[in-house]
Structures are given as structure tokens and as C-alpha cells.
């Protein structure tokens, strides 16, 4: 059964409804980028995609997602928004899911760092050169299945 997206919570203290809420977005793994009580907003760093060996992180919801982040760099940030109401609060999910630009197959290309081979013999060890061109993503859009699943685990955690 799919959740309606904002979910409505019965609750009168604040602090416990957002302290919950931190607690289940831990549970995913991701670590808190911003959070603003006043304006009812919680933000998430980027998270790199769990792949098929890493069943205790829950930020990949499925097996397609599980597969798609073994073959490919994705990653995800997760928004939440809490609007009070008249005996509750609103609770809006919001993922977002990027997959890596790669221009280059990483199997052929140089690698990070490039070492300088026509130089003759010099004191100076720092002969590592950063990448030219640093890597980007690509927006892939809201990622539903992670959606749902922090907002069933929301209405698990305010109905105990």
C-alpha cells in the first residue's frame, strides 16, 4: 500500500516528532546536511547508493535500485519537510536520485592522478597532478521507492 506523500502524524511535542525523524532518516544511513525547526525543513547530504553486498543500508529500496547502484555510480539526497498542524504535523518526503557523469570508461582512462614522465630526476615528491576536469552528475529525478519507504517507516515510528 502506498503512503500519501505528506503523511499525517499525531503528536503535540515538537522536539519528539523531530527527534524521530532524525532517528529514521539515521536509520537509512544518511547524515544530516541541514535541519531548520523554524522553517520545518531537514536536508541530507548525498549519499552513494548501496549496491547488492551492502544489505544494511537502506538508501537503494529494491532489487532494480540495489543492481543499478553495483553497475553504475548513483546517489541520493532525501528532503523532509514538517508543517504543523491542527493536532499533528504534515511530513513531506522528498529523494532525489543522480547518477554519475563519466566521460571516460574508468577501465581506459588514466586514472585521478597523472605522473609527469618527461621530467628528469628533481627533489620535489609532489608529482601527483589533480584531474583536469572533475567529475559531475546527472539529475535522474525523485526516487519513489526510497519516498515511500521513509514514509512508511515514519508511520511505523509515530504509531508505537
Do not use: C
Not at 570508461?105 to 597523472?114: E, Y
Request: no cysteine; hydrophobic share 35%.
Amino acid at each position: 500500500m502506498q503512503a500519501s506523500n505528506p503523511i499525517q502524524i499525531s503528536g503535540n511535542n515538537q522536539d519528539v516528532v523531530w527527534e524521530r525523524i532524525v532517528d529514521t532518516i539515521h536509520n537509512y544511513k544518511f547524515a544530516i546536511a541541514k535541519e531548520n525547526k523554524l522553517d520545518g525543513r531537514i536536508e541530507t547530504e548525498y549519499k552513494v547508493g548501496a549496491n547488492l553486498l551492502e544489505p544494511w543500508h537502506g538508501d537503494s529500496v529494491g532489487f532494480d535500485n540495489r543492481l543499478e547502484s553495483t553497475l553504475q555510480s548513483i546517489r541520493r539526497r532525501v528532503f523532509v519537510s514538517v508543517t504543523p498542524i491542527e493536532g499533528g504535523y504534515l511530513l513531506g518526503v522528498e529523494a532525489f536520485k543522480e547518477i554519475e557523469d563519466v566521460t571516460t570508461p574508468t577501465a581506459s582512462a588514466p586514472g585521478g592522478a597523472t605522473f609527469q614522465q618527461e621530467l628528469s630526476l628533481r627533489r620535489d615528491l609532489n608529482l601527483v597532478e589533480e584531474r583536469s576536469n572533475p567529475d559531475g552528475w546527472i539529475p535522474l529525478g525523485r526516487d519513489p521507492a526510497l519516498e515511500q519507504d521513509i514514509l512508511e517507516s515514519l508511520q511505523i515510528a509515530f504509531s508505537q
